[in-house]
Nanobody, 128 residues
Framework: QAQLVESGGGLVQAGGSLRLSCAAS????????MGWFRQAPGMKREFVSA????????YYGDSVKGRFTISRDDVKNTVYLQMNSLGPEDTAIYYC?????????????????????WGQGTQVTVSS
């Protein structure tokens, strides 16, 4: 049974930083591309970032480009999201997701409905 567990969320002041982690188990991590999405209250789930199965390709949503950095550690089966220059608009529940690499190649990584597995989410709150 695949499981994704996010951590690292919390309350931070505007301009601050957080690093989210997502630990994967029950799947062959190295053949999955990994993504981060977020959902604010009353809003649709939004693509934040994704990283290819081999770590060479990275994708970012327009609203986070230049501020967030995604990375992965295949030894620890963990994907990270370093978030800098946070603003109140970044307040949301952040979800980690996994997509098999061939599906990612065929369908892309920016749509949430193509992902195979999801974590429970971690709350990020940015105060102004």
């Amino acid at each position: 049974q695949a499981q994704l567990v996010e951590s690292g969320g919390g309350l931070v002041q505007a301009g601050g930083s957080l690093r989210l982690s997502c630990a994967a188990s029950g799947l062959t991590f190295s053949v999955y591309a990994m993504g981060w999405f977020r959902q604010a209250p009353g809003m649709k789930r939004e693509f934040v970032s994704a990283i290819g199965w081999n770590g060479e390709t990275k994708y970012y949503g327009d609203s986070v480009k230049g501020r967030f950095t995604i990375s992965r550690d295949d030894v620890k089966n963990t994907v990270y999201l370093q978030m800098n220059s946070l603003g109140p608009e970044d307040t949301a529940i952040y979800y980690c997701a996994a997509i098999y690499y061939t599906t990612a190649q065929a369908l892309g990584v920016r749509q949430d409905d193509v992902y195979d597995y999801w974590g429970q989410g971690t709350q990020v709150t940015v105060s102004s």
